[in-house]
């Protein structure tokens, strides 16, 4: 029987097999030359996750002064049973993501149907007529202890098939673009040996066709500017060679809106490696002081976010202070500080770690300990304990589930025999977890719960009144809240009410 | 023989005896009459450092809409050797303190001598007739242990000896706005209850006259904008109890620009204090990261000040990142987070280190051994080796020494019997060292070293030419530069000059 991968909605797909493959292979070279003959270089986007859909999109949207667009688009994605339904999906001009920006639809919408410049394939003859390799490969950190980051390290398994991939099939003269997150050293030390050692397979003459390789990071932030935080941002870039560096600028200046957020070329692909993991370092170092300070401020009758907005005005030095929360979720500030640290010592054979960014991931991660610990002062023995938590995704108004701190909470609630109920206007099904028992809606969520939890501040959340969430839940639970999302009235409604209220953060609230 | 206090100039000025104090009192007493028939408050200003002297002259400073001074103010210092002189000098109209701010002598001549509402005194009678006690005491930090501030402490003994000298003398409802940096808890723990102590000694009901103590940190900044960094900057304050807070708002209403710098209340004074200590903390933490980084940098053919400017494009989240260099220096970043660490464990008992901010005080502590590393590379036997320092302050073009790095860098390369010069067009007389024997000329400084290093970036180095350091030294030196101060070409010019060339988070030096 021919397997099958079903996407989000339900639909399967085919995976396909041997015969439909040649006729793949005869389409690429088909359209391949139709593109050519208007004028368009060929470009081949490898891996069709969250950034690489997306960047395809953009680099199919992308036009010259004229309105005719630069590029011919293939978006390659393996014909794995998981991703495999992203190829049908996207050809049908659907976004393989879901998100709250409208330009996603949109986009992929026009470039599919109406500019049919951007197609998604299997086969990997479409690397072959590729002027350019955008690479976006999904590439992890793992950290094997937990609240143990020192420990964590990178598994380049995948990536170096991938290059081994394009090694095999790329024209010599073809741009291999790393967009992947990579840990510092990757391109001069892990792609270009990879690549030279195929070529020179192939009977390629290194020295005369030295590969082009470059790297340049995307800054993708998800939520309602998804696509403009690819296109009208500010990008890094740089090159293991002149040709490749000078090939890299032309391609981004043809895609992005360079005009008003202008490149930065950096020396190396180890400084521009460095310079993004070196970044959301930075953010996560960021968070991890406010985190160590709310517990500060919690015990000594202070409120930490009234500090924060305090500290917050001396503007141009201190206004981008982060705020403390249940934790740091996501995809890249809970990973990036330990593809770095895993670097230093793995690829570049260094002594000692990151300490300061390490330190940070770990006092992230561990944070929503903090929040059991909260709990336990009221419910010491939280074997059947009713906890009712709103809000999963690791965002405000975002239903991305990745490295979610709520996770951690309720894997831990869930060791200690705490009966746990979550809800997420935005997540259906919580894939991280592999767990589709989200609530529907608040009332059944926090019903006859002890605790309830405001773990995320989702809009929807701000609407709740708290007579009616007491009335719906039917007890007088202890509420705490994780993000500073109740302010100081509604604080006292409950109070009113007859609830116990705590706050991540929020000393004061002993003083209301 | 009557004892004498030595101003910088070299000016000798007597320190009093009984009868001139009888004098000085009736002196205050007439004095304060007359200001008060002018309609004036009377403030005292305890202690004239850094801080106190320009605030007082602030104070002073301030009028109505007509034009009218608001205050009356006594500027006390305590008539010791090392400080008495400040009285005398302050009341010739002559600021204490050396500035590159024109503003501060202006101000200090306007106030004595024009508008005539500032005098000095050593008399502590000065806190009799004040409406406001403005506390500006030095209080340090102690860290006993290099590289270790977590053992640090804050010796509070002088600080409460200042309360209690207030507690004796002030009105029962003068307040007591203090402005030092203290240990979070300060206020409520240590002030208060010293006062209480003394009014009940004195007689006065504590419950029908609570103590009035606020809490309000100053922001200053040595160098250009010495004086508007005091009036025209962001202010947080908060007070014991509500009487405090409002007597704290009219009062810094009046003397500040806060109409276009609004003040911000917190809850209380904890919060207040809070806030000052993980403002400093945030910066240092901010500069240990890209420390930390820099090495890094170094062994991977980065220039991390380039992956920095980088990173800066991304305006209002990532564009205050700081730049690592020889050290951090100065008084804040140095010692409030050790401020911070005491406070939580001994002023509340609460247990456990704030390891991001004292791990940052660690690194950023310690940087200047990274240069002797440096310099270990060529010189493994530093005895004898000759070693050339420009620049000793702990900031550009100011001449403040307090706690710079380079008093580190020279303390251990005099250890390892290296034979140092130092140079640096601000500072006659390195005070925290004692030595009078900072070089007055370049040329005299660098001949014969065999190590340059560019530890400070004053602007006189920037137009050094490399020829004519190479000349003045007559060898081909090591060149090292710990602050980004020379730019690629001038590395290149020393590089063709037959110099080595190093520099901190500079590694693709060796590639130029």
Known sequence: MQKTSVAPNGEEFLIPHETESKIEKKKIE????????????????????????????????????????????????????????KVPIINKGIAPVSSSDPEVPEIF????????NFRATWHNYAYEVADVVVVDIQLDATKPAFGEAEKGYCDLSAFRNGMKTLGKHIKPECLILVETTVPPGTCERVVKPIIEKEFTQRGIDIEKNPPLIAHSYERVMPGSKYVASIRDFWRVYSGVN???????REFLTNILNTENYPLTELENTNA??????????YRATNIALTLEWAKFAEEVGVDIFKVRDAIRMREGTHDNMLRPSLGVGGYCLTKDPVLANWAKQAIFGLKGDLKIAINSVNINDTMPLHTIDIIKKDFPELKD???????VSYLEDVGDTRHSPTETLVKYLNEFWAIVKYHDPYVEYWAEMDRSDIQKDIESTVKDADVIVFAVGHSEYKQIIPEE??????????????????????????KKLGCKVKGLGKGHIKNL
Chains 1, 2 share one sequence.
């Not at 969250?50 to 992308?62: K, L, Y």
């Not at 002149?242 to 890299?248: G, I, N, Q, R, V």
């Not at 304990?385 to 709103?390: C, G, T």
């Open 385 to 391: 304990v009713k906890i009712a938590i709103l809000g």
């Open 272 to 281: 521009s490696e460095m310079s993004k993991v070196m970044e959301n370092s």
């Open 109 to 116: 919408n026009r470039c599919v149907n109406v500019k049919k």
């Open 242 to 248: 002149e040709k490749s560096k000078t090939f890299a």
């Open 469 to 494: 969430l007491i009335n719906f839940n039917g007890k007088k639970p202890l509420i705490i809240d994780c993000s500073n999302f109740l302010n100081d009235n509604t604080l006292k409604t409950y």
């Open 30 to 85: 088909r359209i391949t030359q139709e593109q050519i003959a208007k004028g368009r270089k060929i470009i081949t986007v490898q891996g069709l996750g969250f950034v690489g859909c997306v960047m395809a999109s953009v680099v199919a949207d992308a036009e010259d002064e004229n309105g005719n667009p630069f590029y011919y688009v293939h978006g390659h994605q393996r014909d794995s049973i998981r991703s495999f339904w």
